[in-house]
DNA sequence: AAGTGGTCTAGACCACAAT
DNA sequence: TTGTGGTCTAGACCACTTA
């Protein structure tokens, strides 16, 4: 006895919609037990590593929950986490089609930094840190100030780079391994310095995306990106759930 | 000859985690092919269903690519697009311990929608739209102000809630299943409205999120969430690659 | 024709939880 | 002790690519 579907998709993708298919239509509360593997087996007339395979990917997307000795049970509703991807602000600029120019504002090697920034690095002695400055243009529009500390005992060469030739994302990303990345996005209106740099009036709105970078335990990179608020938003199209 | 290490994990995480380390060490170079999957089962001692489900798992990981009647190579480097979550306010204000309250300002329907409401909606038709302005304290200081349009045809009853009761959010939620959603996120002066529902000053900064979700083909909502630039800030902590 | 990955099975043994 | 999910195997057939 077969109550799957007859398409020329695989057979465990078939139990997967099936599973779904009760779910989706009620049939399958939220927190009750499905059957067993077994009863699946019976039920399908597939199996039991099929069945097994099935449950296992609907598990890992999180549609199911397993428990050893127990049983399967309908996961709750899942958070609906909605995710805004960050991309590399030169793709971006090239993808729109419009025309990329970097300008190097500063590029030096900070022998006693600022107590603030030792505490961003969460160094424990006081080093040399790496500073760099960058305008990004978009069609000779300056739409993003680009500063970065870099920790020089993860990533050497730095202050020595064309960053108006070699893009300072690409750089970091060979030089060292991120594991850890850390986002804060704000509004604030633009100081002096950097109303002066983008090109527009202090106290304009700008969108401010922090990112702090890791390397294991020891923090590679703290980046301040500053956008004209009237020229750039960050954007993102997600689809949920995917069968 | 068995060359996997003697922990305690199921054999198909070994088998992943050796395919892993030949990766990390560089033995395996970007775009390289992995011996088959029969090479495999001879030099590692397990069955061939047992590679499979590793590398089929690699893959889905991103560390693989796989081509039928090719073979499987080594995947390149990842894009490592970062992400930020966007999560519910109510639940953001409530973790921080602080108290939320949500203070309800319109709640309409719009029998003739404005031509660019209807844009927005990708309507073929004119129809109504719900409309709900609420504003969100967090500490009785606002800090959202959340603006939805919402298309009544696939969430009913909408306007007949108490959104100072039932979150929005999760009314929505419960009420359509969302499988596509756009995020946009800049930064942008309050207008008058703005300033004065959120108790700010007309141009001061706000981080403006606009959120458009749909049901299948179909538009389900057109939100628009101002934050006040100098209260809140998106964040986000990403933990990258991990095995 | 030979080699690759993709799927599927029947049966086995295990760890775990409930009874 | 029974039933659950977790793993593993040997062998089979298939679809696909390359030569």
């Known amino acids: 006895m077969n109550t799957l579907s007859d398409s020329a ?34 039920a399908l007339g597939v199996s039991r590593m099929t069945v097994h395979r099935a449950l296992r990917e609907l598990t890992s ?9 127990v049983g399967t049970f309908v996961a709750p509703p899942r958070p609906r986490s909605t995710l805004i991807e960050i991309s590399n602000i030169i793709t971006e600029i090239k993808t729109r089609g419009s025309r990329h120019r970097a300008e190097v504002v500063v590029l030096e090697r900070i022998a006693r930094p600022e107590p ?14 790496d500073h760099s400055v960058v305008i990004h243009f978009e069609n000779d529009l300056p739409v993003q100030l680009e500063e970065r500390y870099v ?32 986002h804060l996005i ?15 009036r202090p106290g304009d709105c700008c969108l401010i995306l922090h990112r702090k970078t890791w390397t294991g335990p020891v923090v ?4 301040t990106f ?10 993102s199209r997600y689809l949920h759930g995917g069968k």
């Open 186 to 200: 704000s509004a604030l209106p633009a100081n002096a310095e950097q109303a002066r740099l983008l090109n527009v």
């Open 61 to 69: 997307e999180g549609h199911l929950r397993r428990i050893q000795g």
């Open 151 to 182: 920790n020089p005992n993860l990533v050497s060469g730095y202050i020595d780079q064309d960053f108006a030739a070699v893009a300072t994302y690409d750089y970091l990303q060979n030089a060292t391994p991120l594991t850890e990345v850390e």
């Open 116 to 129: 603030e920034l030792l505490l961003a690095f969460e160094f424990e002695t006081v080093k040399p840190v």
């Open 226 to 235: 500053t956008y004209v608020g009237s020229r750039y938003s960050l954007g």
């Open 9 to 42: 998709s695989p057979l465990y993708e078939k139990v997967k919609d099936f599973v779904l298919g009760n779910i989706g239509s009620g049939k399958w509360a939220r927190n009750s037990r499905l059957p067993s593997e077994n009863e699946l087996v019976s």
């Open 220 to 223: 590679a990179t703290v980046n």
